[in-house]
């Protein structure tokens, strides 16, 4: 059974870091897509960031390139993100290869509770 626990998040001013964590347990290979979703009050859940843990290549949605950080630690086995918006943030994980996919959360049938970041200035 795959299993997703988020940790992390929290308030951050503008222009600090702040990192959110997804420890994944129950996946027997690395053929599978690791991704970050955020939801915001009246509006629908979006993919912002995605890895493939085999191929270790980072996808962003456009409002997040250049401005968040998706990196994968094979040996804790948990995917990280550093993200600039005030939202809920999601990990998400499923046998995804096609890259259109890897941002849609339709792609993704296993989910972590969610981790709430709230961005001030």
């Known amino acids: 059974q795959v299993h997703l626990v988020q940790s992390g998040g929290g308030s951050v001013q503008t222009g600090g870091s702040l990192s959110v964590s997804c420890r994944v347990s129950?996946?027997?290979?690395?053929?599978?897509?690791l991704g970050w979703f955020r939801e915001v009050a009246g509006k629908e859940r979006e993919g912002v960031a995605a890895i493939h843990v085999a191929e270790d290549n980072p996808a962003y949605d456009d409002s997040a390139k250049g401005r968040f950080t998706i990196s994968h630690d094979k040996a804790e086995n948990t995917v990280n993100l550093k993200p600039e918006d005030t939202a809920m943030y999601y990990c998400a994980a499923d046998m995804i290869q096609r890259p259109s996919l890897r941002l849609r959360e339709a792609g993704y049938a296993y989910w972590g509770q969610g981790t709430q970041v709230t961005v001030s200035s």
């Open positions: 129950g996946v027997t290979s690395d053929n599978y897509c």
